[in-house]
């Protein structure tokens, strides 16, 4: 599994589908360790559950947020768009800051031994859900 981020221009969102509560640990732990200690730290925490922990697939996500922020700029926040549940599924989208440009990623987390892991990632270049856009 790789990721693959899509870069625009920052857009206003007014989003209604946001229960913080819904957010799994391990997308807010990895969004706050890719604050704290960047984007290395943050793959390993989104990854270190999941089918796709190998060394292979997180060499090579690490290397992409690299090559992410010589493009957008250095990370500087996110913002939280959406979030959904269901018995199997759960989803969080959220806005990633860079310095010059936004990103946008959808986590989907599917339950594995009663906790929820990485199942998928979508990441747009504009913003595709949570609300109006203007």
Same mark, same amino acid.
């Given at each position: 599994?790789?990721?693959?981020?899509?870069?625009?221009?920052?857009?206003?969102?007014?989003?209604? @589908?946001? @229960?913080?509560?819904?957010?799994?640990?391990?997308?807010?732990?990895?969004?706050?360790?890719?604050?704290?200690?960047?984007?290395?730290?943050?793959?390993?925490?989104?990854?270190?559950?999941?089918?796709?922990?190998?060394?292979?697939? $997180?060499?090579?996500?690490?290397?992409?947020? *690299?090559?992410?922020?010589?493009?957008?700029?250095?990370?500087?926040?996110? &913002?939280?768009?959406? &979030? *959904?549940?269901?018995?199997?599924?759960?989803?969080?989208?959220?806005?990633?800051?860079?310095?010059?440009?936004?990103?946008?990623?959808?986590? &989907?987390?599917? *339950?594995?031994? @009663?906790?929820?892991? $990485?199942? *998928?990632?979508?990441?747009?270049?504009?913003?595709?859900?949570?609300?109006?856009?203007?």
């Amino acid at each position: 599994m790789s990721f693959l981020i899509l870069l625009g221009s920052a857009q206003k969102s007014f989003a209604t @589908d946001i @229960d913080l509560a819904l957010i799994p640990p391990y997308v807010s732990n990895g969004l706050q360790a890719y604050a704290n200690e960047g984007y290395e730290a943050a793959v390993h925490v989104w990854l270190a559950d999941s089918p796709y922990k190998n060394a292979t697939t $997180l060499a090579s996500n690490i290397a992409f947020f *690299k090559n992410i922020e010589k493009l957008a700029g250095n990370y500087q926040s996110y &913002t939280v768009l959406m &979030t *959904k549940q269901t018995i199997s599924s759960n989803v969080v989208y959220v806005r990633m800051n860079y310095a010059r440009l936004p990103g946008y990623v959808l986590f &989907t987390s599917l *339950k594995r031994n @009663d906790k929820w892991v $990485l199942g *998928k990632v979508q990441l747009d270049r504009l913003q595709r859900f949570g609300g109006l856009v203007q």
